[in-house]
């Protein structure tokens, strides 16, 4: 029996095998019938060759869906609100909230799919603070001339529609900190006097400067600017600009999940319940 030399188990090319003895040789490595003429030992090697190649493929594709997780949402909502608000205001203070962005991102590749924004004009306090207006940049005549909160959550409907949001996809929205949809949506239901707070708005959902402090165990909670200097990456756009700031938490997020993080679900609404002051 001719030696099988480690070279001879290696596949190669039909180009390479010039000699029915070469032929036999790999298919003797190969564990093959190395009976029958030159044409047929060549057609023999390449399906083998073929179906090495498609087990090596579907091993590779198998260990690199096992290394990524899987995230438990179709879509993610990055959301954060601006609002009416008056220096050293408060919790007390009946904010209003001015400016309703949303960014909606691929559960899986956490690529942003599309986005929603509206300016909203407020009814309790009209008329914006000096405070206000230079911490957001929205000005009187844009909220004067925008529509009310229930046209806003007419549209914003309309365009979860238009994605099966909390419908036959699954989605969750991300915020920084507890406060956009525990408190200012909460005060704002209150303030349009809806009879009932909408069902999305009550779901659990991802409080990200939780997940962030949890999952890079720091021991305090960060802002937006601390965590993205954290991660050495840089604020873009205007900070308190709703949509800015909505944006900016999807780069950490996006940083968040290449390191292996999972985007469950940390935080609940409960009907009744205070803030802690």
């Known amino acids: 029996m001719t030696a099988v030399t480690e070279s001879d188990t290696i596949p190669v090319s039909d180009s390479s095998l010039t000699t029915v003895e070469q032929l036999r040789r790999q298919l003797e490595a190969l564990g093959l019938d190395t009976k029958g003429h030159k044409p047929e030992l060549k057609k023999r090697l390449r399906k083998a060759n073929k179906k090495l190649e498609n ?23 990055f959301f954060d609100v601006e609002a009416t608000c008056e220096a050293d205001g408060g919790f007390e203070y009946p904010n209003e909230i001015i400016e309703f962005p949303v960014v909606l991102v691929d559960g899986q590749s ?11 004009k407020p ?17 009187q005549e844009t909220v004067d001339t925008s529509p009310d909160f229930i046209q806003v959550l007419d549209d914003f409907q309309t365009f979860m529609a238009k994605h099966g949001l909390f419908q036959e996809k699954t989605a969750s929205f991300v915020t920084d900190g507890p406060f956009d949809i525990r408190d200012f949506i909460s005060k704002q239901c209150y303030h349009s006097q809806l009879k009932k707070r909408p069902d999305y708005f009550c779901q659990p959902w991802v409080n990200i400067r939780k997940l962030y402090q ?20 840089d604020f873009e756009g205007q900070q308190h600009s709703g949509l800015d700031d909505a944006r900016n938490l999807v780069y950490i997020a996006r940083r968040m999940k290449s390191d292996g993080c999972l985007f469950k679900t940390n935080i609940r609404w409960i009907p009744g319940r205070r803030r802690k002051r």
Do not use: H, W
């Not at 799919?113 to 909203?120: G, H, P, T």
């Open 55 to 77: 087990k090596d493929k579907n091993e590779q594709a198998q260990t690199k869906r096992t290394d990524v997780k899987v995230q438990p949402f179709d879509y993610y909502l």
């Open 110 to 120: 956490f690529e942003i799919v599309d986005e929603f924004r509206s300016y909203v």
């Open 123 to 139: 009814s309790i306090n009209s008329t914006l603070s000096e405070f206000c207006i230079s911490l957001t940049g929205i000005t």
């Open 214 to 233: 949890d999952f890079y165990k720091n021991k305090k909670s960060k802002n937006i600017p601390r965590m993205l200097a954290d991660l050495n990456m």
